[in-house]
């Protein structure tokens, strides 16, 4: 479980990847406090980033030190975040 900052209303929501509703095609996100979704992926998407986040957290346990090192708007991804603020 993590904790994300909405791009939409700037309210703190708790994610998990486990979470995600399926909506046609997509999987989404939706703010529990504006429900506008936060991301969505496809079906294809959702699998690499939940593989993604297995290798991460097997590899790079300290991920927000990690994630706050690295400059986010070079990185190749088509997935856009929040702003990781914390995580349990
Ligand atoms: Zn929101």
New binding site residues.
């Given amino acids: 479980m993590k904790t994300i900052a909405?791009?939409?209303?700037?309210?703190d929501?708790q994610w998990d990847m486990n979470d995600l509703q399926k909506l046609k095609a997509r999987w989404v996100m939706v703010?529990?406090?504006?429900?506008?979704s936060?991301f969505s992926v496809s079906e294809e998407e959702k699998e690499m980033i939940l593989v993604g986040i297995r290798l991460t957290e097997e590899y790079v346990p300290d991920i927000i030190h990690a994630y706050h090192n690295e400059d986010v708007k070079k990185l190749p991804s088509r997935v856009w975040f929040g702003e990781i603020k914390k995580s349990k």
Avoid: A, I
Avoid at 31 to 36: A, N, R, T, V
């Fill in positions: 909405c791009p939409t209303c700037d309210q929501v703010c529990e406090k504006c429900g506008d936060l």
